[in-house]
């Protein structure tokens, strides 16, 4: 079973860096393409970055020239590095690795961590 763990968030002022970090087991990850999702309070769980095995990236708007996906294969380890940061990016942060490519949109597979709580204050 694909276990995840997600570390990395906290308070931060607005303008300020994060780095998210999401170790990885029970599956080859290597293989895998992973991505970054996040849930505020009252909202549905949307896609933050996503990227495929072979290093491929893609970004949701609100975040493109801020956040960085990144993978360590040999470490297992999947990372957000979050520049920049706004009050409307607080939120949950959850990885999954097991992403897929459906009809030219990622979507998530198989298991999540508990996340990470992201505040940006203002």
């Known amino acids: 079973q694909v276990q995840l763990v997600e570390s990395g968030g906290g308070l931060v002022q607005a303008g300020g860096s994060l780095r998210l970090s999401c170790a990885v087991s029970?599956?080859?990850?290597?293989?895998?393409?992973i991505g970054w999702y996040r849930q505020a309070s009252g909202k549905q769980r949307e896609l933050v970055a996503a990227?495929?095995?072979?290093?491929?990236?893609d970004y949701a708007d609100f975040v493109k020239g801020r956040f960085t996906i990144s993978r360590d294969n040999p470490k297992n380890t999947l990372y957000l590095q979050m520049n920049s940061l706004k009050p409307e990016d607080t939120a949950v942060y959850y990885c999954?690795?097991?992403?897929?490519?459906?009809?030219?949109?990622?979507?998530?597979?198989?298991?999540w961590g508990q996340g990470t709580q992201v505040t940006v204050s203002s």
């Open positions: 029970g599956t080859t990850f290597r293989f895998n393409a």
């Open positions: 990227m495929s095995n072979g290093g491929n990236t």
């Open positions: 999954n690795a097991q992403m897929l490519r459906v009809l030219g949109r990622w979507e998530p597979r198989g298991s």
